[in-house]
């Protein structure tokens, strides 16, 4: 059975922080309108959470083909939100904007410079070499922006010593927003 992209993603993150059976995001996947960017719809009832992954279509792709970098990381950040909500609800530990948005930015270079010849670049093009949509003076303007600056600061260092990289990320991944910045910043 070919995967397609998205479940592929998702499972190089289960994989990655060694984490049970999850739901596949394929079945939470909503397409997203021309020229709209991805994003994770989160509605909480008195008994239940409902998901909405809104990704660009290549994520339902069958895996393998070429995808542009930008399409690939709203992909990659969508699948990497919807891992960590459906991990914190079936662990019933609570989690934050901030917490989804810096798990995101580490899990896109960790997965993209997997691939990646040139490492180093990569990690130019994702922290460096980046606009945003929200102004900087905005709740999410400034979220985007904290998140990108602690994700560069962890992957910089993570990015030489592949061998301590899995134990700190999944040990990343279980953390708590205050320990995760910890972590990036000690990084």
Known sequence: MTRSLAGAIQASLASLYAL???PPVDD???IAAPGAREEVVVREGEDDVEVAVVLPEE???PSGGEVELDVLCQI???VSHFVVLAERIRTELPTTELELELQAEID???LLSAASPAPLELHARLYER???VHA???ERGHRYRTANRLAARACARLCPCRARRAPWL???FRAGQEEKIRMALAA
């Open 108 to 110: 896109k270079f960790m």
């Open 76 to 78: 990659v950040e969508g």
């Open 130 to 132: 980046v606009s945003y």
């Open 170 to 172: 999944r040990r990343f």
């Open 136 to 138: 900087e003076d905005s």
């Open 59 to 61: 994520a339902l792709r």
């Open 28 to 30: 939470f996947v909503r």
């Open 20 to 22: 049970d059976e999850l």
